[in-house]
């Protein structure tokens, strides 16, 4: 099947009939999840119109900012693989080339639909001297995700591994979406994120999802923020009494229910990452409504140094090992259906979502 065009970008989409699915050829990114009941996507697509990352010249395109996440803004859609690193590179990995969250959000797949449900991308990574498969087939108003990660280095290597899934607007809309999550134990994230916009105290450790406020009262976790502007990030360790983890997303005007299960063995932590209106640099120029729910075996966006020094929270590792010239492989499913309320619960049963 032959790439598409899809927003200026080169993608393949696949359909059963129920879902449709779309990933873009560079980045790999997820960029779309539509049920054919609801006229909506719930993943982010940002404001600002992406380019293809191969393009992007830092002297050209400084209409997505001067950093080491830039190149990365410049391609991004909703669901983007963060592997090897999730957050930003040391200062000596950014003067060597590396970006924010690593190679494999900007690299180029080789993409092939193997039917009209499925499909099959790879990449090899060679900073990280990773190999990559994500096989994706639809199964009713699911898609089930199998990806297998081979190390092409003779030694282990630890290694991160996140799900950045951003839901985004009309689906993510202020004081209306609402999100259910298999989480316990929590975190917010220590440093600053959001100045003035963060009402979360940072570093505070509660039980999800009543977030200490800087008021002295808590925020509501499973409400997106009614205010003009907010922004934060909180790490949650996923129930270790449940083989499967989940979250779900629920928009009352959609009336759609979407969101992922997945084994909690493979995916310990889900990071959830809120940007309403809160960034003014370029390309945010506060306009952009977005909620991050990012599964994997980290807690926190960091560097590659600070994910080993931390090496774990609540007694659950930060990280995970890649064994030497071996292949690791993960599933998880992802689905969209109409609900009249929210999901409260989600797991899959080898067949379907439940």
Known sequence: MPAIDYRGRQAVEISNGV????????????????????????????????????????AVHTQFGAGAESRLLAGIFGHNLCLDLFGGPSGDEAAAGLGVHGESSVARYDIAATAADALTQTATFPGAG??????????????????????????????????????????????????????????????DFGGEDAAQVAGAEFD????????????????????????????????????????????????????YVWRRADFPWLGRWEEN???????WNGREITCGMEFGVSPMPESRRQMIERGSLFGVPGYRWLPAGRAVAVEYQLFARPADAPMESAAWDGGRVV
């Not at 449709?20 to 790999?28: H, N, P, Q, R």
């Not at 999840?33 to 990352?53: F, G, M, Q």
């Not at 898609?143 to 190390?151: D, I, Y």
């Open 19 to 58: 879902l449709s699915l779309i990933v873009t050829v560079e980045g790999g990114h997820i960029a779309s999840v539509r049920h054919s009941a609801a006229d909506v996507n719930p993943l982010w697509t940002p404001e600002w119109p992406t380019i293809e990352p191969s393009r992007f010249d830092a």
């Open 130 to 191: 990773l190999a990559f498969r994500r096989d994706i087939w639809l199964v009713g108003d699911a898609a089930v995700v199998r990806e297998t990660v081979t190390n092409l280095s003779p030694c282990d290597r630890p290694s991160a591994w996140t799900q950045h899934v951003s839901l985004g607007a009309p689906f993510v809309e202020p004081g209306a979406t609402r999100f259910r999550v298999s989480a316990t134990r929590s975190k917010v994230y220590e440093g």
């Open 208 to 259: 999800w999802p009543l977030c200490p406020s800087h008021d002295g009262g808590s925020i509501d976790l499973r409400v997106y923020p009614g205010s003009a502007r907010s922004a934060g990030y909180t790490a949650h360790l996923m129930d270790p009494a449940r083989e499967q983890s989940f979250f779900t997303a629920w928009h009352p005007g959609f009336r759609l229910a979407f969101g």
């Open 277 to 283: 209106r809160s960034r003014q640099l370029p390309p």
